[in-house]
């Protein structure tokens, strides 16, 4: 029989099987001598120990196409990150630096901004132009109204979505209005394993429907992009590429540099001045990380 992993916590795994449930199971051994840890995500092969308790073995991990470190997570399709347009106002320094993490991955990731029944005309136009311009999907909604959630559903069909944004922005609230009898079933199996329904250091698959999954994340402040270069960081800005190479010198950094076209489609709108400057801030910051 096979699964996908919906959820690991302390040694246990919750494997979703399409028309039967979610099953309880412990990895086999030769997986730790393998060192091979099963993800949240994964499709696995499980052999069935009680199906009246529910109960199994994971047996074989099937080939994973994408593996993500933070969160820990396999075979992901697409990530959705979700802010809120007002009350908090959007942290675009986060939300960049998502972006170039998944940029980093080659994953599509779709910019969704909730509470767009208390935001202005304008204060969304400003939005949809930052981040359409440089290719990403860009949807709004009302989770509060339950407005714009089908268009989100649309997007989801057929596909493994991450699902992150700091907390307080109505991620839980849309994974309820996406599919509310799906999460109360997972309610079910974290009171199971005695654990809150909203842990927030473990990622928790949701099916909701055949083939779509979504994974709730944990909420974060804060996002690390150490490990990448300040040389490298503009290749993570898809709305430089169509400008980089017209800039008078090879390897223009687009900070200080003279005739620079990238600056020059800032000035004239065409790059949003707001990810242009949260572009120099982490500039600065990587260029004063030491490295040995």
Excluded: W
């Excluded at 051994?29 to 995500?41: A, C, D, T, Y």
């Excluded at 933070?70 to 009350?87: E, G, H, T």
């Excluded at 969704?112 to 400003?126: G, L, V």
């Excluded at 572009?279 to 490295?291: C, G, T």
Aim: aromatic residues 8%; charged residues 25%; glycine residues 8%.
């Amino acid at each position: 029989m096979q699964g996908k992993i919906m959820k690991g916590i302390a040694g246990f795994y919750y494997v979703h099987v399409e028309g039967r449930g979610v099953y309880e199971c412990k990895a086999k051994g030769i997986f730790r001598k393998e060192g091979v840890k099963p993800l949240v995500g994964d499709n696995v092969e499980l052999d069935v120990l009680d199906d009246a308790e529910m109960l199994g073995n994971i047996r074989r991990i099937l080939p994973r196409k994408s593996v993500l470190v933070r969160p820990a997570v396999a075979n992901v399709d697409q990530a959705l990150i979700l802010f809120a347009i007002v009350k908090p106002n959007p942290n675009f320094n986060l939300l960049d630096r998502f972006l170039i993490r998944m940029e980093r991955l080659n994953l599509p990731t779709i910019v969704c901004f909730n509470k767009e029944d208390i935001a202005t005309p304008a204060e969304k136009e400003a939005l949809q132009g930052a981040y359409e311009t440089c290719g990403y999907q860009v949807l709004f909604l009302s989770v509060q109204e339950n407005r714009g959630v089908d268009e989100v559903k649309e997007r989801l069909a057929g596909k493994t979505t991450t699902l992150a944004g700091p907390s307080g922005v109505g991620k839980s609230s849309l994974i309820n209005l996406l599919s509310p009898e799906t999460h109360m079933e997972t309610g079910e199996i974290s009171q199971k394993i005695e654990r809150g329904r909203h842990t927030t250091r473990h990622s928790e698959m949701i099916a909701l429907g055949e083939g779509t999954y979504i994974m709730d994340t944990p909420g974060f402040t804060s996002l690390d992009i150490s490990e990448i270069t300040k040389e490298e960081l503009s290749g993570y800005y898809p709305e430089f590429q169509a400008y980089e190479p017209y800039c008078k010198f090879r390897g223009c950094a687009h900070i200080d540099e003279p005739s620079c076209k990238v600056k020059e489609a800032v000035e004239e709108g065409a790059i949003s001045r707001v990810r242009y400057e949260n572009y120099k801030v982490l500039y600065q910051e990587l260029k004063n990380i030491r490295r040995y």
